[in-house]
């Protein structure tokens, strides 16, 4: 099978999700389709999928190299994985055995040279997975003051040369903008490089750019109603499956998931549960599950991966 993007942690997520004939499934991170392959395969004849991507070029490429393989199994919907509470009852899906959310970027989007995501590839900086909603990346850097994007960096970038760079963006904005992805990456690896004395293994400008991206997209807002809306459209034994790339994401559920597993929400002091809430959710993994040194080998864009999964109890 000839893929332009490797799915992350393949096996792993087919033994945790567990598809089977006549399930229904949702992608709600389609991408490469790499994962929505190996599903709609091991769900035949009768298993079907729903897809959604918030990139319609994803929801495009999909389309054409899956459908002629499954046909009506591949349901595909241009969409965010926020709105899944709403997209997924009107695809027929309103119960399902199975979700999957993978988090990272695929390598056709890193690839794209038109939205400037990554710094390789360069491009316009937009970073806007639906180019029909928001705002680009270039217009934060454009209008937003230096305590603002440093604010912005160190929230969703972690980067904790976050001011240095915020105020090099603001004085180069006095001469000139900074409107494509490798003016960004010269500038910060200028301004804050990396330590010559310690073993190099991403571009100085990563966590720069993934704080743009997830700011631009709202993608941690957008996970946490997502996941939300997962576990209500899960039927009992029905399994929830995530991929994260980072700590801000991997954070998030985990936390979603002790909560969901917990069910009480009453403050520990009251001596009786008075929420009425009851536990939704049994931990596959105990802890996060990891790519092998020879996956990473293969696929070094898995090297930060971390996969979690859930599956959902009986009302």
Same mark, same amino acid.
């Given at each position: 099978?000839k893929?332009?993007?490797?799915?992350v942690l393949a096996?792993?997520?087919?033994a945790m999700l567990a598809?089977?004939?006549?399930?229904?499934?949702i992608?709600?991170?389609?991408g490469?389709?790499?994962?929505t392959?190996?599903i709609?395969?091991?769900?035949?004849?009768?298993?079907?999928l729903?897809g959604?991507?918030?990139?319609p070029?994803?929801?495009?490429?999909?389309e054409?190299?899956?459908r002629p393989?499954?046909?009506?199994?591949l349901?595909?919907r241009q969409?965010?994985?926020r709105?899944?509470a709403?997209?997924?009852p009107?695809a027929?899906?309103?119960?399902v055995?199975?979700?999957?959310?993978?988090?990272?970027?695929?390598?056709?989007?890193?690839a794209?040279?038109d939205r400037?995501?990554?710094?390789r590839?360069?491009g316009?900086l937009d970073?806007r997975f639906?180019?029909?909603r928001?705002?680009?990346?270039?217009?934060?850097l454009?209008?937003?003051?230096?305590a603002?994007?440093?604010?912005?960096?160190r929230?969703?970038?972690?980067e904790p040369?976050?001011?240095?760079?915020a105020?090099?963006?603001v004085?180069?904005?006095r001469?000139?903008p %900074? @409107?494509?992805?490798? #003016?960004?990456? +010269?500038?910060?690896? /200028?301004?804050?490089?990396?330590?010559? *004395?310690?073993?190099r =293994?991403?571009?100085p400008?990563t966590?720069?750019?993934q704080?743009?991206?997830?700011?631009?997209?709202e993608?941690l807002?957008?996970l946490?109603?997502?996941?939300?809306?997962a576990?209500?459209?899960?039927?009992?034994?029905?399994?929830?499956?995530?991929?994260?790339y980072?700590?801000?994401e991997?954070?998030?559920?985990?936390r979603?998931?002790?909560?969901?597993?917990?069910?009480?929400?009453c403050p520990?002091?009251?001596?009786?549960?008075?929420?009425?809430?009851n536990p939704r959710?049994?931990?596959?993994?105990?802890?996060? %599950? @990891?790519p092998?040194? #020879?996956e990473v +080998?293969t696929?070094? /864009?898995?090297?930060?991966?971390r996969? *979690?999964a859930?599956e =959902?109890l009986?009302?």
């Amino acid at each position: 099978m000839k893929e332009g993007h490797l799915p992350v942690l393949a096996e792993e997520v087919l033994a945790m999700l567990a598809p089977r004939s006549g399930s229904l499934q949702i992608d709600a991170t389609l991408g490469g389709g790499g994962h929505t392959e190996r599903i709609l395969e091991a769900a035949k004849p009768d298993g079907r999928l729903l897809g959604l991507d918030a990139d319609p070029a994803a929801i495009n490429r999909v389309e054409r190299r899956l459908r002629p393989r499954f046909g009506e199994r591949l349901v595909l919907r241009q969409a965010n994985f926020r709105e899944l509470a709403t997209v997924a009852p009107d695809a027929g899906f309103d119960a399902v055995d199975g979700c999957l959310f993978d988090l990272g970027l695929s390598s056709f989007q890193l690839a794209d040279t038109d939205r400037g995501f990554g710094f390789r590839a360069g491009g316009p900086l937009d970073m806007r997975f639906d180019t029909s909603r928001g705002v680009p990346a270039a217009e934060l850097l454009a209008t937003l003051d230096a305590a603002e994007l440093t604010a912005l960096f160190r929230r969703y970038g972690e980067e904790p040369r976050a001011n240095r760079i915020a105020r090099a963006i603001v004085d180069a904005r006095r001469e000139a903008p %900074v @409107t494509s992805a490798e #003016e960004l990456a +010269a500038l910060v690896e /200028r301004v804050a490089p990396p330590n010559p *004395r310690q073993p190099r =293994r991403t571009h100085p400008a990563t966590r720069v750019f993934q704080a743009l991206r997830i700011a631009v997209n709202e993608e941690l807002e957008a996970l946490e109603a997502g996941l939300a809306a997962a576990v209500d459209l899960l039927r009992p034994g029905g399994r929830l499956v995530v991929l994260s790339y980072h700590s801000l994401e991997d954070r998030i559920v985990k936390r979603f998931f002790a909560a969901e597993r917990r069910g009480c929400v009453c403050p520990p002091e009251l001596p009786v549960c008075v929420c009425g809430r009851n536990p939704r959710l049994r931990l596959l993994t105990r802890k996060s %599950v @990891t790519p092998t040194p #020879e996956e990473v +080998a293969t696929n070094p /864009r898995s090297r930060s991966a971390r996969l *979690r999964a859930a599956e =959902r109890l009986a009302a």
